[in-house]
């Protein structure tokens, strides 16, 4: 089974950047993506890539703002977060699938989550 370790949550002001890491052990997986819970809120997506050609994907919301990408070497995917909101604030997840559709609809594997505050 696969273990996704997240790290690099934290406290932010409004217009700072964080980046976010998730590493993936065991089995590998073609996709993997973040998606975030904030107070009140259910989850929703908030970015992916796919394995090779790294095709993105991302909410409206942190598009122009939030950029994902990969190590396939590290099996490592990490999700740089520009421009920072106070509505941003969430516990983000990192997830796996087997396709960027998967992630995003059904992932198979999930992180143990992360909190990142962007105060205002």
């Known amino acids: 089974q696969v273990q996704l370790i997240e790290s690099g949550g934290g406290l932010v002001q409004a217009g700072g950047s964080l980046r976010l890491s998730c590493a993936a052990s065991g089995l590998s997986t073609p996709a993997m993506g973040w998606f975030r819970q904030g107070p009140g809120k259910e989850r929703e997506f908030v970015a992916g890539?796919?394995?090779?050609?790294?095709?993105?994907r991302y909410a409206d919301s942190v598009k122009d703002r939030f950029t994902a990408s990969r190590d396939n070497t590290k099996n490592t995917v990490y999700l740089q977060m520009d421009n920072l909101k106070p509505e941003d604030t969430a516990v983000y997840y990192c997830?796996?699938?087997?396709?960027?559709?998967?992630?995003?609809?059904?992932?198979?594997?999930w992180g143990q989550g992360t909190q990142v505050t962007v105060s205002s």
């Open positions: 997830a796996a699938g087997y396709s960027l559709s998967n992630v995003q609809n059904d992932p198979k594997y």
């Open positions: 890539i796919s394995l090779s050609i790294r095709i993105t």
